[in-house]
Each structure stands twice: as structure tokens, then as C-alpha cells.
């Protein structure tokens, strides 16, 4: 991911909704935000079952703070409610200018609509099954896909006779590059308004990931966005001097 437009001296609030996903996930959190800025706030939110089994050695692991709440009547969820609120305040006390939410739960699509109406960015780690309700309510959205469980080792053979030997297990097949055409478009619109028709790869980075909060070059089977615009051949890709990138409009090409 293209990192020219990211705000390193944000203060970050990474706010976790335990009875939503895993604490698998917690560390991928923070390599996220660490991009972005300093975390001063972690907290964890769930009910007692949650948090004292298995949250509780990730939560003091990763230096967060649990945030128990009670449920007081069945099927209601407070910590939701905490969660909230929490952010709410941290916002109007300026603690935090940048909120990331670790969950895949879109009744937090409101919280983030409005934490962006307050002008801060909101951040969205969450699973596949994160609801476009929610993704497209962040300014940015990563997802996490869990390890894979490992098959069982199976028992060494006891027999005196040579095992035969296993054939090796095929490598597994690599992602196929795909090319969407909306990114041809993104570099049409954005180059309209250039004295020379080139646009930085880095702003091109920051609108698509505007218009599209999950955009991610990887989603496509490409190692970065530059890699990504140089498959295109309706494109123009290259290095200025000053190292940056730039791309525009192959000559000759008016794509619609």
C-alpha cells in the first residue's frame, strides 16, 4: 500500500469489539495503525464470558485495557453501547483524532458516519463477512483472514519395511492478476485536471482508496499499485526524478 499520504503524527484509539471476532486479530490491528500514527488508546470491550476466557491473555498481552460490561438482560449487548460512548468522548476530548474499529459488526456503520462528520479518519479491521454497510463507512478497510488450521500430524509408521514416499503437496496456486477498469477511469479524471497530464501515484492511492475503503492492489493478485498500473497497457507508468511515481493516459488512449 502506498503510504505517501498517511498522517504519522495522528493519535490513534484502537477500540475492539471482543464478542464480535478473535483476538487472532489483535496484532494485525496494530500493524495497521502503526502506519498511521501513536496508539494511545487500547480497549478491548466484551462481557465476562468474553473476556475472561479467551481475551483475556491477548488483552494483557498487547497492553489493552479490558472494558467489561455486564449484560443485564438477555440478548442485549452493552459493550456495543461502551464502545460508543467511549469514542464519543475521546473525540470531544481531543485524546484521539484517529479511531481504528476491530470488528466485523455493522450496527458501528452510525458511530463511524458520524466520528468522520467530526473530521476524524475511522479505520475498520474487520473479517470477509464485514457487511459493505460498514466498510464503505470508514475512510479505510483492512481485512484479516484467520490462519489456517494445520492438518494433524500424522502417527510415524511402526512397520520395519521403508515408507514410501509421499509426493509433495502442490504449491498453492497464485492469485490471478485481474485488471479493474475503473481504475483506467480514476486516472482519466484525475489527469483532466493536471497541466500535464500525469498523476501521482500516491494521490491516486489516497482517491481510490476514498471511493473504495476495502481497495487493496493485493485483492487484485498484485504486489503494489505500481506493479498493478504497469499490467495495464492503456496506461502510461513512470519514475520521476525525485523517485515518486506518476501515471497517465497511454498515448493515443481515450478510455472511456
Given amino acids: 500500500m502506498d503510504t505517501t499520504d498517511i498522517r504519522t503524527d495522528a493519535k490513534v484509539a484502537v477500540l475492539v469489539d471482543c464478542d464480535n471476532t478473535t483476538p487472532e486479530i489483535l ?6 495503525v502503526a502506519q498511521f500514527g501513536r496508539v494511545i488508546i487500547r480497549r478491548g470491550y466484551g462481557n465476562h464470558t468474553t473476556l475472561a476466557n479467551k481475551w483475556q491473555e491477548a488483552l494483557v498481552r498487547l497492553a489493552f485495557t479490558p472494558c467489561l460490561q455486564y449484560q443485564y438482560a438477555a440478548g442485549k449487548n452493552t459493550a456495543d453501547i461502551a464502545l460508543a460512548l467511549d469514542a464519543i468522548e475521546a473525540l ?7 479511531f481504528c474499529i476491530v470488528t466485523s459488526d455493522s450496527d458501528f456503520a452510525y458511530l463511524c458516519r458520524k466520528l468522520r462528520e467530526r473530521g476524524s479518519t475511522v479505520l475498520i479491521v474487520g473479517e470477509a463477512k ?4 460498514l466498510r ?3 475512510d479505510q478497510f483492512f481485512e484479516w483472514t484467520p490462519p489456517e488450521v494445520a492438518a494433524p500430524v ?3 509408521p511402526t512397520s520395519t519395511e521403508p515408507a514410501a514416499a509421499k509426493p509433495a503437496a502442490p504449491a498453492p496456486a497464485s492469485k490471478p ?7 483506467v477511469n480514476a486516472v482519466k479524471l484525475m489527469a483532466a485536471d493536471t497541466s500535464d497530464g500525469r498523476v501521482h501515484v500516491g494521490t491516486l492511492g489516497s482517491y481510490l482508496r476514498r471511493t473504495d475503503p476495502g481497495f487493496s492492489p493485493q485483492t487484485f493478485g498484485h504486489s503494489g499499485l ?3 498500473l504497469k499490467t495495464y497497457d492503456l496506461l502510461n507508468v513512470r519514475q520521476e526524478p525525485g ?9 493515443g488512449n481515450n478510455a472511456a
Fill in 130 to 133: 464485514t457487511p459493505a454497510a
Fill in 243 to 251: 523517485g515518486h511515481w506518476t501515471v497517465a493516459l497511454a498515448a
Fill in 92 to 98: 470531544f476530548d481531543r485524546r484521539a483524532d484517529t
Fill in 136 to 138: 464503505n463507512a470508514s
Fill in 154 to 156: 500424522a502417527a510415524e
Fill in 226 to 228: 505500481v506493479s498493478m
Fill in 177 to 183: 492478476k485481474q485488471r479493474p477498469k475503473a481504475l
Fill in 27 to 32: 496484532q494485525h490491528a496494530l500493524s495497521v
